[in-house]
């Protein structure tokens, strides 16, 4: 739980993000460029620590959470590009 950076880029990962992503301390979360669909779990905006969130060039669908805008942290980079997002950004963000 005291993992800082999970970086697991450009594999072939299959399946959704899961919900509960246990790791309070993380500050980088890096999936980007594998086949992962589904949505994006509003649970993200729990890892209070979050600076960076790269999720693009994956197959994720429906509309960015709006609990990512709670990350105060999350200044450094939020990449969601090349996915199959909908709907608007929030104001949040």
Do not use: C, K
């Not at 697991?8 to 399946?15: E, F, P």
């Not at 993000?17 to 980007?32: H, K, V």
């Not at 594998?34 to 209070?48: F, V, Y």
């Amino acid at each position: 739980r005291w993992l800082s950076e999970l970086h697991l880029i450009d594999n072939q990962l299959t399946g959704t993000i899961p919900s509960e992503i246990g790791l309070t301390y993380l500050q980088e979360l890096r999936l980007f460029s594998n086949q992962l669909t589904g949505t994006i779990p509003s649970e993200i905006g729990r890892l209070s620590n979050l600076q960076e969130l790269h999720l693009s060039s994956n197959h994720l669908s429906g509309t960015i959470p709006t609990e990512l805008g709670i990350l105060e942290y999350l200044e450094a980079a939020l990449d969601l590009s090349s996915n199959n997002l909908t709907g608007t950004v929030p104001m949040e963000l």
